[in-house]
Structure formats: C-alpha cells, structure tokens
T-cell receptor
C-alpha cells in the first residue's frame, strides 16, 4: 500500500536553532499538505501545495516558517529560529487533486524544542 | 475559534458494547465530514466519511450519523473491540468541490475499550 514518507520521525532541537522536515507524498498526488498537531489539540493546516504552487498558507507563521515543493513532488518545511511553542507533531498528507479524493497522512515528525 | 468541537476528551467502553463519539460544528459551509483514528506516534488514518446530503453512512462496525439542523454528527462503533482504543478525530471540509482542501479538526476523543 502506498504511503506518505516523512523524516525524521523524531527531532530534538534547541531554541533558536533551525530545523527542517521532509515529506515524500504518494506518487502522482498533486496536492500536498503540512499540518501541525499540538498535544491535546487537533491537527491544523499550515500550508497546502497544488503541484509546486502554494494555494493556502494563511495559517503559516511566515516570520519563522517556510515551505517549498520545488519540483512538485517532495516537500520541505523549515523553522528558523525554533521556539519552545513549536514543539508539536508535524504531519504531511497528500491527495490526488482535491480533498474530495481523500487524504493520506504520513506518520509525522515529533519535534521537541528545548 | 474552534469550528469543529469534540467536547468529550475521553470515553471508556467495555468490549462488545457500543461506542458513541460525538462532534459538533459551527460553520454551515461545511459540506463533508470525516472521522480519523490515530494511534500514538502515527499519523491519522481515515475511518469513514459522510456528505452533507446524507444523514447516515455505514461501513462494517462503523456508522456515522449527521444531523445538519443541529450541526451535530456522531460515530457509532458496534461492537467495540480493544483494538479500537485510539484517539478519534472529527474533521470537516468547507466546499468539497474546491481545490482548497483544508480539513478542520476537532480536539479528538480518546477511546479506551476494556475487556
């Protein structure tokens, strides 16, 4: 069964350092999403890509977060500098075109900022 | 502003009994609803969904009911099994026909099924 691959699975970083997460969606999935799940809350969308273009980054804290999907395939989410409040699970998901075709989530990256 | 609400953080049910998980929403623009199941250290996995034009959808042991007038949906699991123990998230999509596919999630309900 096709999966969304994410790495690393776990990351511990010090406050003010830079950190990056990688996601490889299911082959052929044009739409890629990055969500953040803070403990005790539901996932919240950070950014949505359609192919290589950003279509929704309204919830992305752009002063410290950036995301790219240069060739419309895999994607990188970066935080610089990391803050204590960024500790969370970062989830990547992909779908064929729009949400109507269903989402598949990866296993996530658990970030701890110390 | 939480547009999807799961007011019960936890639910404990005996094996073989029915589990009922509830979800309320505030945005009348939502037209598609989903339930996800999540184990620790894993991503959410899709369970079942329902369109706003229906009031019930069934898949094996899982049934989702939608009451649009009350802006309420529920997930029924019958019979409950210990392997069902997980966090269950309710999610909604606004304008499913749009390419903007943002899912709005509730905070989740931890279901524990004991033998």
């Amino acid at each position: 069964e096709a999966e969304v691959a994410q790495s690393p699975r776990y990351k511990i970083t010090e406050k003010s350092q830079a950190v990056a997460f990688w996601c490889d969606p299911i082959s052929g999935h044009a739409t890629l999403y990055w969500y953040r799940q803070i403990l005790g809350q539901g996932p919240e969308l950070l950014v949505q890509f359609q192919d290589e273009s950003v279509v929704d980054d309204s919830q992305l804290p752009k002063d410290r977060f950036s995301a790219e999907r240069l060739k419309g395939v895999d994607s990188t989410l970066k935080i610089q500098p990391a803050e204590l409040g960024d500790s969370a699970m970062y989830l990547c998901a992909s779908s064929l075109r729009s949400a109507r075709s269903g989402y598949t989530f990866g296993s996530g990256t658990r970030l701890t900022v110390v | 502003d939480q547009q999807v609400k799961q007011n019960s953080p936890s639910l404990s049910v005996q094996e073989g009994r029915i589990s009922i998980l509830n979800c309320d929403y505030t945005n009348s623009m939502f037209d598609y609803f989903l339930w996800y199941k999540k184990y620790p250290a894993e991503g959410p996995t899709f369970l079942i969904s329902i369109s706003s034009i229906k009031d019930k959808n069934e898949d094996g042991r899982f049934t989702v009911f939608l009451n649009k007038s009350a802006k309420h949906l529920s997930l029924h699991i019958v019979p409950s099994q210990p392997g069902d123990s997980a966090v269950y998230f309710c999610a909604a999509i606004r304008d499913r026909g749009s390419t903007l596919g943002r899912l709005y999630f509730g905070r989740g309900t931890q279901l524990t099924v004991w033998p």
